[in-house]
């Protein structure tokens, strides 16, 4: 008996009581819900699953950082095949992302890991597609993508859940219906196929390409086994757009590397990467010294219009014009750039029909307007010409569509600005404080939120440094006061001076002066202005190549004439020690007829535009315009000395 009872006791758990025990973390809800059952269109869900408290530890509780895990499950219900999807997720605490299986971020200037506040948009990778049921007999492994979250948010502690705001499917030809948080840590929603989107119809096994500010096409010309060679087309479809010394850059998924490329170059050639890392370890015999970069996120440079013709890196169609593609309105010519080059594949893509195009693409030029990329998307292959000479296009293999727009990023400042100036005033309206973004140190205090100076015309075309006295003295004489500190400085490398030049009755004229503040030249240089009523009156302009563009609504697009065609950069004075500096400039005066445009008011406001562009980036334009009171004074004189010499004439003769 006593046997017995020592072997029960010896299979009883073993307690303690010198430390309380963990209570376990509550079962996370179901990754799918029966509500997917009652959708018949792409069903969407997300659930957090688990998080903790992370070091450091903060009084406030805001900014106290908590790690998260969650999971998003995409399924199609639909009876068609969802191609190349996203999705997109409402984060809303500051989230900082680790890591996301099965997906890259498409929107953002910010990859993985990165902060993904905010609306942040998802693709698939490798995962692009999902089949119906229809084709796959109901197989949810190829009817279902699941991507698993690991990151950190702030200031949501245990028991709250650090939910998102929205969940939702970013596809053309859906509507998604307000989700629902169906648990306290599980937000379901159902997408419907939309009935009123028009479907292309095509029998393609593709997407068709979509159209964008700018496309970029990734081509494999040739495949092999371990290796492929690719050829990348940047294609410029907006009329105002632009890019100067381009620099595109992005990520490779499966450790392929660079080892030769025509027309372009990365930007920094260094193999040691690969040497030490596990491109090395398999390709023993390879001789990594010829290997151009093997960086996962290389920058991809054009190359200099000298290399055009060279027969080992040049000889590329659209190669080599030192980064510049231009608008098709300026020389559709050079609205095209391209580059080839090979790249080796590492197992277990061994095979020529394994080829994954790199993800996260991003472009970006001098003085231009930012781009935001999307995912690259299979499209039917491309035709490129016969690189023999023959007469005949030959296909891709493979061929890949980016989709970029200009989009106006989250913090960003323009790189130009506008100033006002007119006939019947004396003052110039200066460019607006800090109008390119302020100095995180300048030199001297100056006040962000204090408004610019009224200028004279000579100041404007002294350096903002050098005008300080000048703009005191001028605020005397106007009686205007100067603030304490004063305001900062533009801090813009090109600004534009739009002059009221005449105003009659039958018509007016402007002037347009370009400045470059910046040391950088500007070769085919372009601006564009546009206004609410008086581009139908545009008549003539003089010295700049101007014209009313098509297709983009009251817009008057201008460049340089031949010779004229180069903004240079800021240079020393005649004499460096005593003068400032001096801007490049160009400049040009523009005539309009007021037969078409009846009941304009050039000194109300309608002689001056309301938007203003240089080479594709919109500039920032002053908060009003010159006062029209000394006209208004000066038309009350003309009307009434008449009389008034009338007058003073009867009583001299009484």
């Known amino acids: 008996m006593s046997t017995f009872f020592l072997l029960l006791f010896l299979s009883l758990p073993l307690f303690t009581f010198s430390q309380p025990q963990t209570p376990l973390a509550p079962s996370p809800a179901p990754l799918l819900s029966n509500a997917s059952d009652a959708c018949n269109g792409i069903f969407l869900n997300y659930t957090y699953t688990q998080g903790k408290r992370l070091p450091p530890r903060f009084t406030d509780k805001s900014q106290q950082p908590y790690s998260f895990q969650s999971t998003a499950i995409i399924l199609n219900h639909d009876l068609n095949e969802l191609q190349s999807w996203q999705f997109k997720v409402g984060f809303q605490y500051n989230e900082y992302l680790v890591s996301a299986s099965n997906a890259v971020i498409v929107n953002g200037s910010n990859g993985i890991p990165g902060n993904v506040t905010q609306d942040t948009v998802f ?34 502690a245990d028991p709250d859940v650090p939910m998102p705001t929205s969940i939702s499917l970013v596809n053309d030809g859906y509507i998604c219906r307000k989700p629902t948080l169906t648990a306290k840590n599980l937000m379901e929603v159902c997408c419907d196929r939309d009935p009123n989107f028009k479907v292309n119809v095509t029998v393609d096994a593709y997407l068709p390409r979509q159209s964008g500010d700018l496309t970029i096409d990734y081509d494999v010309l040739r495949s092999y086994d371990t290796e492929y060679y690719a050829q990348v087309k940047i294609s410029n479809h907006n009329p105002l757009g632009r890019l100067d010394n381009w620099k595109l850059s992005w990520e490779w998924m499966r450790e392929e590397f660079i080892t030769s490329m025509k027309g372009a170059s990365p930007s920094v050639v260094d193999p040691e990467s690969c040497i030490f890392g596990s491109q090395g370890a398999y390709y023993k015999d390879f001789d990594f010294t010829n290997a151009l970069t093997c960086e996962k996120t290389p920058t991809i440079i054009d190359l200099p219009l000298d290399k055009t013709n060279d027969s080992t890196i040049g000889m590329i169609p659209f190669c080599c014009r030192n980064g510049t593609i231009l608008p098709t309105s300026m020389d559709p010519s ?23 195009p790199p993800q996260n693409w991003k472009i970006i030029g001098t003085l231009n307007p930012d781009y935001q990329c999307g995912p690259p998307v299979r499209v039917d292959p491309g035709q490129y010409p016969d690189p023999s000479g023959m007469p005949v296009n030959k296909t891709a293999v493979a061929s890949w569509q980016v989709v970029c727009n200009i989009t106006e990023q989250k913090g960003s400042s323009p790189r130009c600005c506008v100033t006002f100036s007119a006939f019947y005033n004396d003052s110039v309206i200066p460019c607006r404080t800090c109008a390119c973004g302020c100095q995180p140190n300048p030199s001297q205090t100056c006040s962000t939120t204090a408004p610019a100076l009224l200028l004279k015309p000579q100041s404007a075309l002294v350096p903002f440094d050098n005008r300080t006295e000048q703009a005191k003295e001028w605020a005397r004489i106007i009686h205007r006061p100067v603030p304490n500190p004063l305001p900062c400085g533009d801090n813009c490398g090109v600004s534009i001076n739009w002059h009221v030049n005449t105003d009659y009755r039958k018509g007016w004229s402007a002037r347009i002066t370009l400045f470059n ?26 010295s700049f190549n101007g014209s009313a563009l098509e297709g983009v609504n009251n817009t008057i697009f201008m460049e340089g004439l031949p010779g004229l065609n180069y903004l240079v950069g800021e240079v020393d004075g005649a004499n460096p020690a005593r003068d400032p500096r001096v801007p490049g400039k160009q400049q040009s005066v523009i005539s309009f007829t007021k037969k078409a445009t009846p009941g ?6 309608d002689g001056f535009p309301t938007k203003v562009f240089f080479n594709g980036e919109e500039c920032s334009l002053p908060t009003s315009i010159p006062s029209n009171s000394v006209h208004k004074t000066a038309a009350a004189m003309s009307l009434w000395s008449p009389l008034l010499a009338i007058v003073v004439l009867f009583v001299m003769q009484q």
């Not at 699941?146 to 949501?156: A, D, K, R, S």
């Not at 085919?524 to 546009?530: G, I, K, L």
């Open 600 to 605: 304009i008011n050039i000194a109300a406001g």
């Open 334 to 356: 050079k609205s095209i750039s391209a580059f080839q080059l090979q790249v080796k594949k590492m197992p277990p893509d061994l095979n020529r029909t394994e080829i994954y």
């Open 123 to 156: 693709a698939g990778f490798p995962v692009t597609d999902l089949k119906s049921a229809v084709e796959t007999a109901g197989d949810e492994n190829q009817m279902s993508v699941e991507i698993n979250f690991l990151g950190t948010q702030y200031g949501v």
């Open 517 to 542: 503040w910046g040391e950088t030249n500007f070769a085919d240089w372009f601006t564009a202005v546009q206004f609410d009523k008086a581009t139908p009156g545009f008549e003539k302009m003089y």
